[in-house]
Structure formats: C-alpha cells, structure tokens
C-alpha cells in the first residue's frame, strides 16, 4: 500500500496560473499541468536560488521528494516549451505557510 503524500507548504498560490504561447487562441492548444507544489519549487529553486535543503526545509519535506517535484516540474515546463503547448499552474497537495 502507497504511504499518503504529506502536504507542502508554499508561501502563496500564484498570481499568474496560466502561460501560453503568443498568437495561438488557447481553444486550439493543449496543455500541461504543473502543481503549485512544483510551481512552488521551481520558483524557490531556481528563481530564488535557494540550495535544495533549504527548498525541502522551508516546503516540509525531504531533499529526495524535492528532488522528485523539481524533476516533474522541469520536465512538464521543457515538454511545453519545445511543444507549444500551454502552461496550467493548478492543483497539487499543498497548504499556504503563514
């Protein structure tokens, strides 16, 4: 039996949750969804260039499932990228940090 996955914390929910190529209507793309959760590591990761323990620290779980979440979020963003395809950021087992 699959141990249930803990909540991560994230600072807030995303202002921005959808990107999509310019000048295709978005009835006419597909998409790929990332979680918040992996929208959350991305942005801690890579934008705020934090070492992943203090990723995993600050979201509440270990190096290895951070290593795990960066890696599915790195690979939905690259497959839509090279695809066109739309960008949705929703969804994902987390809870707001205050």
């Avoid at 795990?68 to 707001?96: D, E, F, P």
Wanted: a positive charge.
């Amino acid at each position: 039996m699959v141990r249930p996955r803990k909540f991560r914390f994230v600072s807030a929910e995303p202002n921005v949750t959808y990107f999509k190529p310019r000048g295709i209507p978005l009835r006419e793309l597909e998409e790929v969804e990332v979680t918040v959760d992996e929208f959350e590591s991305i942005r801690l990761k890579d934008s705020q260039d934090l070492d992943q323990k203090k990723v995993a620290k600050q979201m509440g779980i270990s190096q290895p499932s951070l290593h795990r979440l960066l890696s599915s979020a790195r690979k939905k963003i690259a497959i839509a990228l090279v695809n066109g395809k739309a960008i949705r950021i929703n969804g994902g087992k987390y809870s707001i940090k205050r």
